[in-house]
């Protein structure tokens, strides 16, 4: 027998799953699919899932573009309402806000924050995880993305309006909801799916024919949105001046002058922009989520404290001192290490 005073003492296991939303999304066999070209559709669903592998947040990939956007938005937001604390309090008053030294080193870490995170989104590279080489890869395998692959290939009905085939036509709900009636949810979702793919694919419900494919200029103009000025232009911070220290010749006429929020907004824009392009039309993932994850609960709580104590800013300008000295005797002994006989 357990006792309430045994079970006080259990300690609670938590165990963290990974609930990935889209695991049965192709639950239906391709040979049970409305899908003529099942090879393609096989190599669809291989593409699919490789490209949902990059996106999706999860504890086996890091670096997923999901992750990435959410941790460059949640400090962008978070850095923005924090420093936002300098403006409204009269001048005369002391707030540790506007402490020179602060103020330095949470515009220095959001700045280069937000550079790398959008640099990293836009990255071309053939060996990383970027927004970009999505856009590039899903560009390239475009062909196979097909209308009837786009509509059936996860076992939705190709013609939506055989759904009167299946139901009864007296049922009340039928004949007052029509395709929108409960249990008519698959045909609904064919209609929607054919109604964005006219749009992708830039047909007319009368010019439909299975194998339509998304125009390549959806892919030219979601490639313009993530080359914009403010893209190109911090990525020119980046390279001079952030992840390289740009000579002269490098850096030309250019000057470092800061980047501008307006900078960060439109680059952040065309990124969440090409995001949903993708996940919410081209590969159709059928989620509603928010742009920006919520708000951690108390995540501006303790800010109304001081910064430390009298008796602790003395021990920093002390820890300076410290370290100060360290790095000072890093010079001693240069020459005499540096011409020791190597002994093989």
Sequence with gaps: ?????????????????????????????????????????????????????????????????????????????????????????????????????????????????????????????????????????????????????????????????SWGEVVDESDPMVQMYGIGAPGLVRFAVSKELHETFDLLSGKQEHERTRDDVIRESVFKTLNGWLNCPAVREISTIRNTFIAHAGDAFRRGSYKFSGVKLSQIDEAQRAIVRVERALTDYVFSIRMGREVVPLRPLGIFSGLDLPYCSSVAQDSMHRLWDELSARRNAWKQGVLQEATLTVVP
């Design 1 to 161: 027998m357990t006792t309430d005073e045994d079970s006080a003492s259990t300690p609670l296991t938590v165990t963290l799953v990974d609930q990935n939303p889209w695991a049965t999304r192709f639950r239906v066999p391709v040979h049970e699919c409305d899908v003529i070209a099942k090879k393609t559709l096989e190599q669809y669903r291989d593409n699919w899932r490789k490209w949902i592998s990059w996106y999706r947040r999860s504890p086996s990939e890091p670096h997923s573009i999901e992750a990435q956007i959410h941790r460059m938005l949640f400090n962008d937001i978070t850095y923005r309402a924090t420093v936002s604390a300098r403006e409204p309090v009269a001048a005369d008053v002391a707030i540790s806000a506007r402490s020179s030294t602060l103020a330095y080193l949470l515009d220095q870490g959001y700045l280069v924050s937000q550079v790398l995170s959008i640099e990293r989104l836009v990255d071309n590279g053939a060996g990383v995880i970027s927004l970009k080489r999505l856009l590039k890869d899903v560009a390239k395998h475009r062909k196979i993305i097909t209308r009837e692959i786009y509509v059936a290939g996860d076992g939705h009905p190709y013609d939506y309006h």
